[in-house]
C-alpha cells in the first residue's frame, strides 16, 4: 500500500539548535516527494521538492532534505532553527494518479528559546 | 490578486443545515482538491477535480457534494451539516505538469453546533 510515514509527530528544540524531521515513504509511491509548512492559522506553503537528480534539495528558509533511495527516506534538516520555524511540517509523495499526494501525519516543530 | 482563495474564512453553522465553502484560483490550474485538517488524522481527500465538469470522491466523500462549472471554481457544499464536520478545510490546486505539487488555500475553519 502506498504510505507517507512521519516518524515523530512532535520535536521541541531549542532556538539555533539543529533539528531532522523525518520521513519514511512506502516504494510503491513515485518518487516526487514533498515537504510542507503549515505556520498556525495559515494554509500549507510548499518548503522543498525532490524530483529527480541531486539527492540533496535546498529549500526556503534555510531547510534543506536529503532523499535516500535504499531507505526509502526523505528527511527534512535545517542547520539552526529559529523561533518563526515553529510549525507543523508535512512530508508527501506523488500517489502516480490524479494528480494526488500522499500526506504524512504531520510533525509538530516547536522552537523554544 | 493572483492565487487560490477560500471563503468565508470561518464559519459557524447549525446541525442540519446546509453551507458551501468556496475556493477560487487564478491559475487556471486543471486540478482541484478539498481536504478536511483534524487532530490526528493530518489531511484527508474529500474530492477532487480533474477539469471543470470532472469531480471524484477521496478519501471521505460522505456528507459532501461539490461541483465543477468552471474551471477556476470548486465549491464544497455539506448538505446537512453533522458536528463529525466541524474542521478545518483547505482547498487546493495542481497544473497538469510534473511535478504536481499542490497549492493551498488559507482554510475555512468551520464550526458546526
Known amino acids: 500500500a502506498q504510505s507517507v510515514t512521519q516518524l515523530d509527530s512532535q520535536v521541541p528544540v531549542f532556538e539555533e539548535a539543529p533539528v531532522e524531521l523525518r520521513c519514511n515513504y512506502s516504494s510503491s509511491v513515485s518518487v516526487y516527494l514533498f515537504w510542507y509548512v503549515q505556520y498556525p492559522n495559515q494554509g500549507l506553503q510548499l518548503l522543498l521538492k525532490?524530483?529527480?537528480?541531486s539527492t540533496l534539495v535546498k529549500g526556503i528558509n534555510g531547510f534543506e532534505a536529503e532523499f535516500n533511495k535504499s531507505q526509502t527516506s526523505f528527511h527534512l534538516r535545517k542547520p539552526s532553527v529559529h523561533i518563526s520555524d515553529t510549525a507543523e511540517y508535512f512530508c508527501?509523495?506523488?500517489?502516480?494518479?490524479?494528480?494526488?499526494?500522499?500526506w504524512g501525519l504531520g510533525t509538530s516543530l516547536a522552537v523554544n528559546p | 490578486d493572483a492565487g487560490i482563495t477560500q471563503s468565508p474564512r470561518y464559519k459557524i453553522t447549525e446541525t442540519g443545515r446546509q453551507v458551501t465553502l468556496m475556493c477560487h484560483q487564478t491559475w487556471s490550474h486543471s486540478y482541484m482538491f478539498w481536504y478536511r485538517q483534524d487532530l490526528g488524522h493530518g489531511l484527508r481527500l474529500i474530492y477532487y477535480?480533474?477539469?471543470?465538469?470532472?469531480?471524484d470522491k477521496g478519501e471521505v466523500p460522505d456528507g459532501y457534494v461539490v461541483s465543477r462549472s468552471k474551471t477556476e471554481n470548486f465549491p464544497l457544499t455539506l448538505e446537512s451539516a453533522t458536528r463529525s464536520q466541524t474542521s478545518v478545510y483547505f482547498c487546493a490546486s495542481s497544473a497538469d505538469r510534473v511535478p504536481y505539487e499542490q497549492y493551498f488555500g488559507p482554510g475555512t475553519r468551520l464550526t458546526v453546533t
Open positions: 508527501a509523495a506523488y500517489a502516480g494518479n490524479n494528480r494526488k499526494l500522499i
Open positions: 525532490y524530483l529527480s537528480g
Open positions: 477535480s480533474a477539469a471543470a465538469d470532472i469531480t
